[in-house]
Structure formats: C-alpha cells, structure tokens
C-alpha cells in the first residue's frame, strides 16, 4: 500500500506542492504535514522526495524561499509561490481536472 | 545568477541544506513527543522515517544538478532550432564568425612571427652587423660604405675586440654537387666554426662546427639545412657521416639544422678557418656579414 502511494506522488507531487505553498509562506516539514492532513493521511510525503522537489521547484524559479523565524523563535526555511509558479500551478491544475475528467469517464464506461 | 552565488558559496548552501532538514527532523520528534512518545522513541521514529540524512541531502543536489542540465539543454535546442528556422541568418552568422576566427588567427601568427619571435636565434636583439664607412659618407648606404671585409681585416678586427661577446664571419659561394650522375648549384656559405654557437640553435640531426674542423689537417666537413635535406635526399635519417663531392672535394656531412634555421641565407654550411691556404692564396675572400654579440651589460 506504501508503494503505490509513492507512486501516485511522483507525477502529482510538484503540483501538490505548488497548491500548498499557494495558501502563504510556509516550511518544508509544514508542507509535508499539511498534504498528509489535507489528504487525510492518505498521502505521506516521505523527505527523500520532498526535499528534492523543493529544491527542484526553487531552482526552475517556480518557489523563492526566505530564512525566517518560526512562532517558536527557530529559524527555517520558508517558500512562497513565484509568479511562474501561479502560473505553472493553474497550468497544472487545468491539466489535472481534464486528465481525471477523462479517466473517470472511461471508468464509468458501462461493460 | 544565483549559480555563480552558489558555486561561490557552496559551504553557505550546504550548511543550509543541513539546517533545513535538521529542523524538519525536530520538528517531527517534536510532534511525537507532544502526542505523548517518550524521547528517545521519538528520535528513533524520525530517523528511521526520514530514511538517511545524507542520501536526502545527495537527492537535493542532484535536483539542483539536474535542472542546470535541463536548462543548459535546453538553451541549447532553442538556439539550434532558431538557427534552423532563419538558415540565411545562421549561414551569415557562421561566415562571420568563421571569418572573424580565421583573420585573427592569421593576424595573430604573423605577428607573432614577425614581431615577437622573428628569428628563433638567441639573444638576436643584442646582434648587429657593423658597416665601415668614410667621413663623407655619414648618412645611408651608399658609395664609401662597406660591410664586407679582406680577411686580414677581419682578423684584425676579431684580436683587438675588447666590446663584444664573439664576433663570426661568413661569406656565401655557389658550391657544385657531383653524385655521379650529375652535377648540380647550391648556395652555400663559409661561417666560422663559432657560427653556430654563436646563434645557439641545435641542430635536429647531428652536431654543429667545432674548432676542431678548421684546423690545418682536420678532415673536411660539411652542414645542410632543413629543405636541401628534405627535397634532395628525402628527409633520410641515415645520411650523417655520408661523404659528399662538393666544388670537387669530398666533404662528410655532419649536422642538419632545423626548418625555421636559416642563419647566413645559404642552403650549405663550411667551417671557415683563418688560414685556408686557398682562400689566401686567391685573395679575394669577402665577409659578408658580421653579425656581433655585445657584452652582456
């Protein structure tokens, strides 16, 4: 069960990503606990993908982070969504909306 | 920029890379422990979920890696494609550059070669040829000057130095080569036994004149340059120490000069002594040019 749940992040995990970032500057370990709590548990991003991703993301100008102090007086690492990445983000979105569209379409093909 | 700041402040970016999955992991063990894990369980959970630090922080820069890349890529692509989407445009750019290349290629050797490095003889810049001349004759060349000199004068000239390091002489003749099938002209050239030395390049094959070679009794030898070697006797490696009538003589060829020698203009080199009882004899030896080198300081 593990696996597959992996396996369905790889595609979709930028774009996750991306839409939780969207909601305000927030930190790494916040991002993975907000897609697992959103998803009601049933995502789990592991780290050896998150962090990746992030720097990824960062890199291609999609995210811009800032070293800021967190409630509990810690410093960490915060993103926020670049105006590329509104952009990549609604392209995605629409993306995804056709993509699961047309699969639940097929599915729900009678025999 | 931001990978010129990256690849000047490597240890800065990975000491951050390290406090930001450091604080991730806290912030678990510190989610565990307020939903009531003991510490030490805690940690333990949190190391084993993140599932080994180094290896994380290794997929982190193979991520950044990785979009350089991409990015280089794809670059590479747009400028292909819109090079062969404009062919006149990528064909004139190309004759430009290709044209641009090449002219300073050939400026660049030229001047190289003319300028800077002319001659490939040592320490040229301090050579000088002297001239006699009469108080008349005090401007440009002309009647009353003279750069050539009897032998005696010569002589004289080289005992009474006192201001420069060695003085040489030389004088060029045509010397007729007989191989039994015919005969053939040269320029050759006299040159003191010094001459070689005194412009210090070696030669590619064998050695160059010693005082050995003028003296009275010694047997008579001979040097050639780089081209008559190469046109005339194909280049061939086993031709030192190979006897060679030359003006009727038979001489043994001991050195070969390399291509870009070409000291005293001739194609042939004799040791020159100071008493060829020959050249004495006819009185008519010149010496075309006296190529001096000062002293040092």
Redesign the interface.
Same mark, same amino acid.
């Given at each position: 069960m593990e696996q597959e749940k992996t396996e369905l992040l790889k595609g979709t995990l930028d774009m996750l990503i991306l839409k939780v970032v969207a909601f305000g500057p927030i930190h790494g370990y916040a991002i993975s606990q907000r897609i697992q709590q959103i998803s009601r548990d049933f995502f789990q991003v592991p780290e050896g993908s998150l962090y990746p991703a992030l720097y990824r993301l960062e890199d291609r100008g999609l995210l811009q982070a800032k070293w800021e102090e967190t409630e509990t007086g810690r410093e960490a690492k915060f993103y926020t969504l670049t105006r590329a990445g509104r952009k990549r983000l609604s392209m995605e979105m629409a993306n995804w909306g056709r993509l699961s569209e047309a699969v639940a379409l097929i599915l729900s093909t009678a025999e | 920029m931001?990978w010129l700041r990256r690849l000047f402040q490597k240890p800065l970016t990975e000491k951050?890379l390290d406090?930001?999955?450091r604080?991730?992991l806290e912030? +678990?063990v510190r989610?565990y422990v307020a939903s009531g894990m003991n510490p030490e369980e805690a940690r333990r959970r949190a190391n084993l979920?993140?599932?080994?630090l180094e290896?994380?922080k290794q997929?982190?820069?193979?991520? +950044?890696k990785?979009?350089?890349v991409e990015d280089f890529l794809r670059d590479l692509q747009y400028a292909l494609r819109s090079l062969a989407k404009d062919r006149r445009f990528a064909l004139i750019a190309i004759f430009a550059l290709a044209l641009g290349i090449g002219a300073t290629t050939v400026m660049f050797s030229v001047i190289y070669n003319v300028v800077f490095d002319p001659f490939p003889y040592r320490d040229f810049q301090h050579s000088v040829v002297f001239e006699m001349r009469d108080l008349a004759s005090t401007g440009g060349k002309g009647e009353g000057a003279r750069d050539h000199y009897t032998i005696p004068e010569f002589l004289a000239i080289r005992q009474q130095n006192h201001v420069f390091e060695d003085i040489v002489g030389n004088y060029q003749l045509n010397v007729l080569y007989s191989d039994g099938k015919g005969t053939r002209r040269f320029l050759g050239g006299y040159t003191t036994a010094n001459g070689f030395d005194f412009l210090g390049v070696p030669p590619i094959l064998g050695r160059v004149f010693s005082p050995e070679d003028v003296k009275q009794d010694a047997p008579l030898v001979f040097m050639m340059n780089y081209r008559l070697w190469q046109t005339e006797f194909n280049g061939d490696l086993k031709i030192l120490g190979k006897a060679f009538f030359l003006n009727g003589k038979s001489r043994t060829l001991v050195g070969i000069m390399p291509q870009r020698f070409n000291g005293y203009g001739s194609s042939l080199w004799f040791p020159l002594g100071f008493y060829p009882r020959d050249l004495l004899a006819r009185g008519h030896a010149e010496w075309h040019r006296d190529p001096q080198r000062r002293l040092a300081g």
């Open positions: - | 931001g951050r406090s930001e999955l604080f991730h912030q +678990r989610d979920a993140f599932g080994g290896q994380v997929d982190c820069r193979e991520a +950044r990785e979009s350089h």
